[in-house]
Every structure is written in structure tokens, then in C-alpha cells.
């Protein structure tokens, strides 16, 4: 074991385990910590380039510090008889304390300089047990979310019994308020019919008491021609009277 092995940690230290089905990206996680008090520089390189994804592949670790690493194996159709011989390998250098273009210092690095470790690849499939666990627990998931979806359908609908219960509410009070307004128009037009009938019978009252005056008026006037006539007959009869004596 060289000298940065013991300083930089690897987490999983030898195996690097990947679960099925591998029908999609499978992810697996790789902590690299320096418990040193240098920096150190890293690089992560597999036999396989093209079956894994690897972010990042390379970098700096400060120190006290803790990288983790995401290695995503590509889908694959999985062959239990076909023992994989994939393996990793993380190369390491102390980092100069200038240092400015990473590639350039790997690429004059000397080979007494480099350190590295390594991992083996491990796929493992889901047992039957396991895959009745798995799943119970999504027809668990299904369920509550199920349940979930009936709350929810629950309280959409009382919602909706609510908004229902308060439109006949709405529309209770629109009915009452048109009843109290056509009751205030009946009673407007009674005023109106009631003041029309009460000026029509002061001029009624008017009437008559203009037709009372006139008719105090005319017997006067009536009398007055009499009376003449019969002060002109008393004198034609005296004067009538004297010629015949």
C-alpha cells in the first residue's frame, strides 16, 4: 500500500456495487476524503469507458476535505453467467502549490509521483425476495397515493358542496331582495295614487266652493231686476192713476 493510499480515503474502499435491473442508469456513489493536510489531486479511469459515466473524472481534493463522485453504469442486458471484469482505478498526486493546468501536470508527472487504487465492479440482482418487497412496497406507494387521490377527489367534492350550498345562499338572498324591492315599488305607486286622489279632491273642493260662492251670488242679482220692476210698476200705476182721476 503506497504512502497516499493510507492519506486519501475511498468510500466504498475495494468494491464499487451496482444493483438490478439494469434496464436503466444505475448510480452508484463514490466518496474520495483527505484527511491530510495537502491538497491532492485525483483522476478516476475504467476498463470500460464506454459502459460508465464518471462526473467528475478528475479534480482536486483540499485537505480535510471530501469529493464525491457519481458513477452511472449505462443499461445493458445482463447475462448471470458472464462474470464482469470491469474495474476502476483512482490515480493520485500531491498538487503543486502552483498549480494551473491540471492535464499538463499529469502529463509531466513522473511515475514514482503516482499513486493509485483500485476498485472492482460488482452486479448483483435482485433476489425473490427482494423483488416481492419491492413489490409490496409500490402497491404501498399505489395505495397511498390512491388514498391520496381520494382525499383529494374528497375534498374537491366538498369544496364543490360548499360552492353549491353557498350559490343557493346567493340566489335565496337575490329572491328575497326582489321581493323587498317590488314591495317598495307597490309602495311608491300607492303614495302616488294617494296624492294624485288627494290633489284631485282639493280641486274638487275648490270647485265647489267657487260654484257655492257664485250661487250666493246670483239670487242677489236675480232679485235686484225684480225689485225694479216692481218699483217701476208701483210708479206707473200712480202716475196711470192720477192721469185718470
Known amino acids: 500500500m503506497s504512502k497516499l493510499e493510507q492519506v486519501l480515503i475511498l468510500d466504498p474502499p475495494s468494491d464499487l456495487r451496482f444493483r438490478g435491473p439494469f434496464t436503466d442508469v444505475v448510480t452508484t456513489n ?84 503516482l499513486m493509485d487504487s483500485k476498485l472492482r465492479c460488482v452486479f448483483e440482482m435482485p433476489s425473490d425476495n427482494d423483488k416481492m418487497n419491492e413489490l409490496e412496497s409500490t402497491k404501498a406507494a399505489s395505495v397511498l397515493n390512491a388514498s391520496k387521490a381520494d382525499g383529494t377527489s374528497g375534498a374537491k367534492a366538498g369544496s364543490l358542496s360548499m360552492d353549491d350550498t ?28 294617494e296624492g294624485l286622489r288627494m290633489r284631485k279632491a282639493n280641486q274638487f273642493d275648490s270647485s265647489v266652493s267657487k260654484s257655492s260662492a257664485m250661487l250666493s251670488k246670483d239670487p242677489a242679482s236675480k232679485s235686484l231686476p225684480s225689485l225694479l220692476v216692481v218699483i217701476a210698476a208701483i210708479f206707473i200705476g200712480f202716475f196711470l192713476g192720477k192721469f185718470v182721476l
Not at 485537505?63 to 453504469?73: F, N, Q, Y
Not at 458472464?82 to 513522473?110: C, G, R, Y
Request: glycine share 2%.
Open 30 to 113: 463514490l466518496k474520495l476524503r483527505n484527511p491530510s493536510d495537502k491538497r491532492v489531486c485525483f483522476k478516476v479511469k475504467t476498463t470500460a469507458p464506454r459502459r460508465y459515466c464518471v462526473r467528475p473524472n478528475s479534480g482536486i481534493v483540499d485537505p480535510g476535505a471530501t469529493v464525491t463522485i457519481s458513477v452511472m453504469l449505462q443499461p445493458f442486458d445482463y447475462d448471470p453467467n458472464e462474470k464482469s471484469k470491469h474495474k476502476f482505478m483512482v490515480q493520485t498526486i500531491f498538487a503543486p502549490s502552483n498549480v494551473n493546468d491540471l492535464e499538463a501536470m499529469w502529463k509531466d508527472a513522473k511515475p514514482d509521483d
Open 166 to 193: 353557498e350559490m343557493r345562499k346567493l340566489m335565496e338572498e337575490c329572491k328575497r331582495l326582489q321581493t323587498e324591492v317590488g314591495k317598495l315599488l307597490d309602495e311608491n305607486r300607492q303614495l302616488k295614487d
